[in-house]
């Protein structure tokens, strides 16, 4: 053939998906999961964006002044260059973005387009949020330097929706895409990122908080609908298999307990049976997951830090299967470690026959099996391996009665005496869940003595075994204490300190969050404490017992409400303290969720179905919405049209917007089939067993009247107290203007996002009171005077009442 010719033949068609990568990706496409990785993303994407915002609204100088040295080292480019980088970034990113979204469609691949549209959606979102949160001043020196950069007057902080779709968009595509198009999106963002910086009006510390952003968005989305399942298909681990000389004539997954791994039954040509274990980036995300659970919920329990990469994981399990078999400990011979793609391994190990410990049925867990089971345990410990995670799944029976050990995922060698403890203490609750305490003590005292038995005891407790272990202790009522009995006298313990595991527990964790909440919205308030002391000063401080006797009256309204939308009798002492510390958890989060989740805990503890007590809330509720209401009406037509003066309410046509697009999606919703019958199979007997609950209210004329009047008594209690306030600083407004200006400021206030409505509730209401006729050097002492005593005294009496009711286990 002449040159010629071969320049003149046809060239072979290549599809825009070959271009792209996108087709020879989903061909190995088996489904759609949501990935653990995904959510190990989140976490180190969140963080990462919350570090950000508080930085840059907590360290503002610092930030300021990183971001006028990065303006004054890019000052040397010179106009010309800035106009030419600026034109070639627009062409950049519009190239980009319009390609994102239409070579998925060019290609047909929906999904992926919906993906990244819904990930660009929620940056386009979310971005102006943050910059809202964060809500910081640059300096007046780099806002006019940007701006004379660009030619303008005037420069303001534009946000950084670009970039953080963009993330959203590259993080979303990765999974559907090869390396070789990951790698290029990294350094698409990267330059774009940089280029934002030199030559936009955009604050660089902006553009560098719409990346985590931007990431976090595009992960929330895969996890939320599912990435691409990128596991080793049955023929991928066949012929993984074969490069490594174990041909395989059939391979199917196995339906065992294989923690941290995907198992697999191979059967090869010679006949024989191998059992394999696959790990990949999943399992390691999970693994790693489950490590920064421990490291933040318990100590003291031996874990060390997680291997750099897969695949030092699957070596050291490897060479602790070898070490374990080479010093005469039954385990299954290990055949092979070998690749599996681009981002998964496997373990291939001789089959047993027989079945795990878990299994079998309790007669056949015979007293010469456990000892021979501890036996093994017993040559484990002289050779300091820790094998921890024995439990009865990983301890295998061969048909002729013989134990395995398997499954050294977890597993150390060169131990502290602690870990081994940890493992005798693990196979002991194991086996008295099947045997019982005695023989499960007998049997392991017979194999290793009464010493080495003894010396678990101090980590014989819930904690420190496997979750499922736990969950089987836990269904035996008493087995524990039993067994840990049966330890002392058997081993003759005079004295036993267990070992402290948890690093935080669930009082821990509701204190942690309530000073960090506390510290957010309440301590700022605190600021100007001198001036608010000088403030009510000058009250007439005869009227704080009658303040102080309306705020108390309150508590004892809402306790009447509450106990008047249960059916059942509540304890009345209980009840009322109850509501003290329902004021205390409403600090701690806006729109009143704290407290209603705290009366929530309350009635379920008392024995109320979970279904009757959140309906009983919610008629609490609505009860408390139609009193408010009511005393509005009541209060408005008794104070008189010219009673706020120039105070306007906002616009209804909002509020009638809002509920029109409510109500359209809950139908859209309803319209789905999927949601019907989801709604038919969870939704409707909770609500049936809660129209019972409000049926049983509505036909006790008794409760009717305590529902009701309790919610009245509440808010009446409240306007009482702001008046009695007003009052002690030489009143100036009859009482019915006082009421509508409470009611009217109180309703408006709600719609704040802060705890108990804090700062929008003090500004409703002096602006009411002002607008009402009432001077402002009264109306803002007297405000600072009523919120002492209906928000910053209670909160000390509301802690120490929602103590007592943890400690006497009503919550």
Known sequence: MTANAATDAP????????????????????????????????????????????????????????????VDILGFISPTIERVIKGGLEILVGLVGVGILLIPLINRRYRLFGYTFAANTLATILM?????????????????????????????????????TMAASFIVLAPFVSRRWRRSGV??????????????????????????????????????????????TLDAIKAALRDAGLPASEVRQAKVDARGSTPYFATLDDGSELFVKVLGAQERAADLLFRIYRFFRLKNVGDDRPFSSLRRTIEHEALVALMARDVDVRTPRLRGVVDVGADSMLLAYNMIDGRSLDGLD????????????????????????????????????????????????????????????ADVAQLLASLAVVVGPQRAVTAAIDALGTEAVGEALPRLQIRALSGATQTAVNDHKGLLKELQDEVVERCGI??????????????????????????????????DLPGIVDQIRGAQWSWTPLVILASVLTYIGASISLAGSIPDRLPPGPLVTSSFASSFASKLA???????????????KQGVDKAVAASGIGMNTIAGFVGHITLVGVFIVWAGRDAFG????????????????????????????????????????????????????????????????????????????LYFSVEAFGGGLPFATVGAVFLV?????????????????????????????????????????????????????????????ERNEYL
């Not at 439990?391 to 060698?413: H, K, L, Q, T, Y």
């Not at 009143?592 to 309350?602: C, H, P, Q």
């Not at 789905?672 to 409707?684: G, K, S």
């Open 494 to 527: 005079d004295h036993v300190e267990f070992v402290q595991l948890e690093r935080a527990n669930r009082k821990t964790i509701v204190t942690m969050v309530a000073l960090v909440l506390a510290t957010y919205f309440l301590f700022p308030r605190f600021a």
């Open 646 to 721: 120039s105070f306007e309410l906002p616009d209804p046509k909002y509020f009638v917007i809002g509920v029109a697009v409510v109500a359209a999606l809950g139908l859209i919703a309803i319209a789905v089939p999927t949601t019907r019958r989801v709604l038919r199979a969870r939704l409707a007997p909770v609500a049936s067993r809660a129209v019972g609950g409000v049926g049983d209210v509505l036909r006790r004329p008794a409760k009717v009247v305590m529902l009701v009047g309790g919610s009245v008594l509440v808010t009446f209690a409240y306007l009482t107290t």
């Open 187 to 232: 350094v698409i963002i990267t330059t774009v990122t940089l280029l934002t910086i030199v030559v936009s009006l955009r604050l660089p510390a902006d553009a560098i908080l719409a990346l985590p952003l931007g990431a976090l968005c595009g992960t929330a989305i895969l996890l939320a609908f599912g990435r691409p399942d990128r596991r080793p």
């Open 11 to 70: 060239m072979p068609h290549r599809h825009l998906s070959d271009i792209t990568g996108l087709g020879s990706r989903e061909e190995a496409t088996r489904g759609y999961v949501r990935s653990p990785e995904d959510v190990l993303r989140i976490v180190v994407f969140a963080a990462a964006t919350v570090l950000m915002m508080a930085l840059t609204r907590w360290a503002q100088d610092s930030i300021t002044g990183f971001e006028g040295d990065l």
């Open 362 to 421: 309790p007669d056949a867990v015979t007293d010469d099996l456990m000892t021979r089971i501890w036996q093994q345990v017993g040559i484990l410990r002289r050779h300091r391996i820790a094998h921890r995670d024995l439990r009865r799944a990983n301890v295998f029976v061969g048909d002729d009665g013989v134990p395995w050990m398997i499954d050294f995922g977890f597993s150390e060698v060169a131990v502290p005496d602690d870990l081994l403890d």
């Open 590 to 604: 806006p729109a009143g969720l704290g407290g209603m989740a705290l009366n929530m805990r309350f009635l379920q």
């Open 745 to 805: 400021g109180s309703a408006v206030a709600q719609a704040a996002p802060t705890p108990g409505g804090l700062g929008a509730v003090e500004a409703a209401l002096i602006a009411g009171l002002v607008a009402a006729g009432l001077d402002n050097t009264v109306a803002v002492p007297a405000v600072f005077f009523y919120r002492l005593f209906t928000f910053w005294a209670p909160i000390l009496p509301g802690w120490l009442s929602f103590q007592w009711l």
């Open 128 to 164: 102006p949020l943050v910059q809202h949160v964060v809500d910081r001043e640059a300096s007046a020196r780099v806002v006019n330097q940007l701006a004379d950069r660009a030619g303008i007057e005037a420069a303001t902080t534009s946000s950084s929706i670009g970039i953080a």
